[in-house]
């Protein structure tokens, strides 16, 4: 998986085509990466999603994604993905392989080659790191996407040393 790089970082400095938002389904912003990027795109970001077509408050289903631009950020999109609340949605390692793959179809979609991804679900949604961390390698591993330089910005520890050793033993399968 050359094409798999971590940071530990914030991912509002990420400086790629396009950088995948951990978002809820209404698609208006919350805390967390959300939080940060809204805050660091500007309210043209937020003006973007409200635009999205909405039915009972859903602007994007779990396990889905959507593409707007990027208002402030140095990036040319923001890709919206709603990843599954563990222990409340049902099947979540379905749900969280769904949404990095929708993110990343939409990437290719739009001629993205470098993407900058967060750890979906793995803060206010709760996933446990290393099942995240294996579901996240397993589809941004794919053939697929081996033309997409994916970026994966964690926020500190302990998330980055798990992420870091599941990908060092994803790379030695
Ligand atoms: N940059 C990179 N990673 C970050 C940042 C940041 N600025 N802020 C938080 N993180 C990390 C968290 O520590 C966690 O490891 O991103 C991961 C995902 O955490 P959340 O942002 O809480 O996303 P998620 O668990 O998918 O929950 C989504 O939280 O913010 C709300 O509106 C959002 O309702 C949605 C829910």
């Not at 970001?45 to 289903?61: H, K, Q």
Request: hydrophobic share 40%; aromatic share 6%.
């Amino acid at each position: 998986m050359r094409n798999i790089t971590l940071v530990s970082g914030d991912i509002t400095a990420a400086r790629t085509d396009a950088i995948v938002n951990a978002a809820n389904a209404s698609l208006l912003g919350g805390g967390g990466v959300d939080g940060a990027l809204h805050r660091a795109a500007g309210p043209e970001l937020l003006e973007a999603c409200r635009a999205l077509p909405e039915v009972n408050g859903t602007r994007c289903p779990v396990g889905e994604a959507r593409i707007t631009p990027a208002g402030r950020l140095k990036a040319g999109y923001v890709i919206h993905a709603v990843g599954p609340r563990y222990g409340i949605d049902p099947d979540p390692p379905a749900l969280l392989h769904s949404a990095y793959r929708h993110s990343l179809e939409l990437a290719l979609a739009h001629g993205c080659s470098s993407v900058a991804l967060p750890a979906i679900s793995c803060g206010v949604y709760g996933y446990p790191l290393d099942e995240a961390a294996g579901i996240a390698f397993s589809i941004c591993g794919d053939p697929r996407y081996r033309e997409l330089t994916l970026t994966f910005y964690l926020f500190g520890e302990p998330i980055y040393s798990v992420w870091s050793d599941v990908l060092a033993s994803s790379a030695s399968d």
